[in-house]
């Protein structure tokens, strides 16, 4: 079994049996200390006490052998001397003295004698003196008397002398036994005293050596994880109790990561989102300070469509597969990340002069290129807007992001499916259209806006016709083309808002000639509104105008046929009654996949198939295709842009049934309508 694993090894794997086994081991050893201490201060005072009693004894003892030598001095000297009454006292005094002496040793509980009663040589003392003194008196003098006092002197002497040391030893060795008491409880003390010292010295040593340290590096991982160090690694722990906060721990800084790298990437793509990028962007910066760097933000051009035509699932794919493909362009050092719904921004250094729009216009290239979506092959552009920068200490490179932006935005306005660099002048223009959108939000209340009609000539019959074209005349700007305008509207958000003023006006109008027919000009985003064709019905109704007078025009950068909800909008409004025309043909890439996918009522050829007629034989068959090609699926067609009358022959040649441009008229303002159609006899019969 490992050293953790057995029972000491848990014990010091913990803090708490730790420290409480230590704070119960100094306590134990307080309470021995306590208790070695007062037994011992019990003996000390029983063998100082015994100590006391044998010195009272031995000084006894020594008073008695004291009085016993004055007996035997006085014996003497009353031998010799002839003062008798000294004697006689002096004899009396020590026999009193011995007397009291033996009294006390005896009260003492000192054994005195192992003798016999008979030969105690202090029984009968007075008995003694008195021989004595009868010796000195002269009376029975005898030699054997003498010798027979002296003897007893002599035994006494001899017993007192015995006394004495016993009574000496006892006391020495009672002094001995005490200070060997002191010595062992010195000792005990010492011992104990040191091992509780010794046992803190420890604890303290662990706590300082082992836990603290351990307490503080805990410390500082919560400090660094509090502070958003994700990467920290938390070491491992012996103590129980971190160990066990330090698994959590773990725990806790691995889903944060996690958490982080969510927060951080963008999960359709597993790109970095805009956060990352932010933050991404400057360290990148500061690693490589001196370089240019590049700054792109590129957008999928009609992305809605994409959604809105394979479904949303699709569109995440497809945002995944571009940001692949283009992450797939660019070295170890560039960023490029997904910072909006169909929006990539990158950043990447770039060395030579150049390098930076190559790489803009490569990545537009390689965009183009259809992408598998399952059973589809899908193709779409992206538009790109890019600016450079030199990568210094203190650079803001959100400046440099909203100069990208403004070149991205024009390369929307300029046609999408294309890279533009940044120029300063954008800023202006920006500024400007900016302006024009925040003006355009307020023209409706300032009555800035009016409509105005241009005519439509059938070339057949005399049908009357106009188209309604809308005007905005700006305080400081004057007249505001509508090509400008709308555009403005549909960034802004304005155009829904502006489709149904334009509708109202229009049909107002409408409603007072009625005997004409009425095209309307609609917005792509008019079409993908919802109730959008309620409205419309609505307000036909309102004004009892039968859907049959009125043309609706739809611009080919609808994509129609990519665009499932237009398509359907259109389905129904046809099937309502009114009818659909395509306006602007020929201008866009896409209009023959167009006359395919919806059953268009009038087609209404551009004026830049027109224009030409006349100089380029080329013109008239290109307009001569357009033309059979309407004819052929059942549509009208409209030439526009007849701004003079050599145009009319080859258009109505061509099988145009429709005529309307400036030669005939100039878009004419709504009281005029009436009075142009009653005067066009001229221009109606030059129709004809
Ligand atoms: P559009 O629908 O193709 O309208 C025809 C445009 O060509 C009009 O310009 C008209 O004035 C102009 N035009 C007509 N005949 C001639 C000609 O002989 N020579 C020349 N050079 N131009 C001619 P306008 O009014 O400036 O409108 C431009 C475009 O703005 C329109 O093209 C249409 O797409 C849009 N628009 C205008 N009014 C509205 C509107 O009420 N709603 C919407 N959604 N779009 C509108
Ligand atoms: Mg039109
Ligand atoms: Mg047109």
Redo the contacts with the bound molecule.
Sequence with gaps: MSDTNSGWGRFFASLETRLVGALCLIAVLGVVLQVVTQREAFGLREQSNALIRTSAIAENADQFAEAVGKLRMATNRGLVASNRTSTSDELTDAAIAIDEKLGKLRGSGVALYDLPERANPFADLDRHVTAILDVQAGGVAGKALVERIEKRNAKMAAFAEEIVARARADREAEQKRLIASIARWQMLVFVTGAVTILVVLLVLFDILRNILPAIRRMHGHLQGLAEGDLDLEIGTFRLKELKALSGPLETFRRNAKAVKNLAFSDAATGLPNRRAFQEDVPRLLASRLGTSFVFMLIDIDRFKHVNDDYGHAAGDELVRLIGERMRSMLGPDGIIARVGGDEFALCMPVSADGEGSELASRLVDTVRAPFSLGEYAVAVTVSLGFAETLGTEDLEFDDTLRNADMALYASKKGGRNCATAFAASMAEERAVDRALEKDLETAFEKQQLR??Y?PIHAVRDDTREV?????WKHPELGEV???TF?PAAERSGL?VR??EW?IQR?LRDFAMWPDLHMS????PL?LQHDGFSAFLLDCCKRHDIAPSRLFL?V?ESLSIERNTRALLTLNLLRHMGFRIAL??FGTGYSSLSMVKSFKFDRM?L??SLVMDLGQDPASVAVLEAAVTMARHVGAEVVA????DAHLIGATKSAGCTHL????YS??IEADDVPGYFESAGQKAVEVA
């Design positions: 409509m105005v241009q188209e309604a074209l809308v005007r083309p509508p090509s709308i155009m502006l489709g334009i229009a309307i000009n609609l917005s008019q025009e611009t306006d602007d209404k551009d004026r526009e842009g007849i701004s309307q441009g400036y030669y100039r878009p």
